[in-house]
């Protein structure tokens, strides 16, 4: 479609971008692809394509600041962010329609599995409240992912084949009007690596009083995954664990931070006594030990910002 640009951002996806490449390009008019510090064969694979708009990144600048990248190169008036596990098996034209509804600021489609199974539960959520992160944090979601707040959060009963508006969609799969995403400033980069800017994103449309829609004629295969299992698993776990605390920090109150504070610290330690047991040494601790910190030392910050927003007392 000729309104319609794609951004792909690229971290050694050397083995998947080329599927996803000839298929943006088969689909849309314009295609940007921003190239995280790459050290396999990402950018060989891109440059044999040189209708692709390409940024190459010196080092990681994280998702949210490439995919900002990505955007100002295109003009088109439609951008889907797709990522290079994802594979178009339709046009995007359903997601354009889609987009073209009142108040519609985005929309997403439906991703499936290599056997063509929706990912239920992963390609669209509600927002994150205080308890379903706690659950989360506390293992419990996958001791019993289908007790009542998992179910809610992840939409675990909804129908992957109903068009509707939605919450929270997941970025792999993502197309924004232009103008919306220029008024609500793209990707917030705070959020680094990467982890819960796209949901930030969301959050953020709707609180402009924007709809994200849910549209399942559009379908792309995502494998998933890909880049982030090229990070340490510390690294992983530092930087998930960073991500949602920015979150919860930028849009729940005070005491729904100390609750998702106060389940990550409880959270962390029965991870740290469990993981340490079954794999038989100390690694678990040190991890742990920095996600306790993490929370803690948020814990004061908003402890803080209580102390100056309570009333001072008048004197007589």
């Not at 927002?127 to 289908?146: D, H, K, M, Y």
């Not at 609180?207 to 510390?234: C, F, M, Q, T």
């Not at 678990?284 to 009333?311: D, G, H, W």
């Amino acid at each position: 479609m000729k309104d319609v640009g794609a951004v792909i951002v690229t971290y050694n996806s050397g083995a998947e971008i080329g599927s996803c490449l000839d298929a943006a390009l088969a689909h849309v008019a314009e295609v940007a692809v921003v190239d995280n510090g790459s050290t396999d064969g990402t950018l060989e694979e891109v440059r044999k394509r040189p209708q692709v708009k390409l940024i190459v990144n010196s080092q990681n600048r994280g998702f949210a600041a490439a995919v900002n990248q990505g955007f100002s190169l295109l003009s088109t008036r439609l951008v889907l962010l797709l990522n290079p596990d994802a594979e178009l098996l339709t046009g995007v034209e359903f997601l354009a329609k889609a987009c073209g509804r009142p108040g519609t600021g985005a929309a997403a489609g439906k991703l499936v599995d290599a056997a063509g199974k929706p990912q239920t539960g992963f390609m669209v959520r509600r927002l994150p409240t205080p308890v379903a992160l706690s659950f989360e944090v506390l293992g419990l979601n996958r001791i019993w992912p289908g007790n009542p707040v998992n179910r809610r959060y992840r939409e675990l009963d909804a129908d992957p084949d109903e068009a509707r508006d939605v919450e929270q969609p997941a970025g792999a799969f993502l197309m924004v009007r232009r103008d919306v995403w220029l008024s609500a400033g793209g990707f917030d980069e705070r959020f680094h690596p990467l982890w819960f800017e796209d949901v930030d994103f969301c959050k953020r449309l709707q609180d402009k009083g924007l709809r994200v829609y849910y549209e399942p004629a559009a379908v792309a295969r995502h494998s998933g995954g890909h880049s982030v299992g090229r990070i340490s698993r510390e690294s992983r776990v530092i930087c998930w664990y960073a991500s949602l605390l920015k979150y919860s920090s930028k849009h729940f109150s005070l005491s729904g931070l100390f609750l998702v504070d106060s389940a990550i610290v409880l959270g962390s330690m029965l991870r740290m006594l469990v993981e340490s047991v079954s794999q038989r040494n100390l690694r678990p601790f040190k991890i742990y030990r920095n996600v306790i910190r993490l929370a803690v030392v948020q814990m004061m910050t908003c402890r803080c910002r209580e102390t100056r927003s309570m009333p001072v007392p008048a004197r007589y």
